[in-house]
């Protein structure tokens, strides 16, 4: 078996993994959610779980790091693209939305975990909440130096505008 082979192998396992669990998330919530239902539902075997991962919260670890990411990716693409004031702020805010429809089940997860007091600690889930709320802190800063917009409290009303954002998409995903 090539290496190649292995890696692909291994790659398909971890995906099935990641899929499952957004699913068990998204139906069963983190608390009911366990590997051995990860496993079950996956069809695999527990210890291949493990192979990948140390716990279920190192699962929902690696998922809230990788929404992280493609948000900063698509921030890193869009200064690099100059995109600037509001049109940066509508570029972002269409990418943010895009993102949470193309999966309803990853955004219930995103939204509802994000909030949960016995994930709060884990670094994906602080990046994924507090460091995209810096980003779009750091868009209404530059906006309102431009004075595109009156001037404002960037911290607040990112955090305003991003907790409203949270919430209707909350309530549209489990509509």
């Not at 919260?57 to 995109?83: A, G, H, P, T």
């Not at 004075?147 to 990112?158: A, C, F, G, H, Q």
Request: glycine share 4%; net charge negative.
């Amino acid at each position: 078996m090539s290496v190649h082979s292995i890696l692909w192998g291994d790659f398909i396992v971890k995906t099935r993994i990641r899929d499952t669990a957004i699913q068990l998330l998204a139906d069963k919530g983190y608390h009911d959610m366990t590997i051995k239902s990860i496993a079950k539902s996956a069809g695999i075997a527990v210890g291949s779980i493990y192979t990948h991962f140390e716990n279920k919260e190192d699962i929902i670890d690696c998922l809230f790091e990788e929404e992280f990411n493609k948000r900063i990716q698509y921030m890193s693409y869009l200064d690099k693209e100059n995109i600037i004031g509001v049109d940066k702020i509508s570029a972002y805010l269409d990418f943010y939305f895009d993102e949470l429809k193309q999966d309803r089940m990853l955004t219930i997860v995103l939204i509802r975990e994000s909030t949960n007091p016995a994930l709060i600690h884990l670094n994906g889930v602080k990046l994924f909440t507090e460091q995209c709320r810096v980003c779009f802190e750091e868009i209404l800063r530059d906006i309102s130096k431009t004075k595109e917009i009156r001037d404002l409290d960037p911290i607040y009303s990112s955090q305003i505008i991003l907790n409203a954002i949270r919430g209707t998409v909350f309530d549209i995903a489990l509509g």
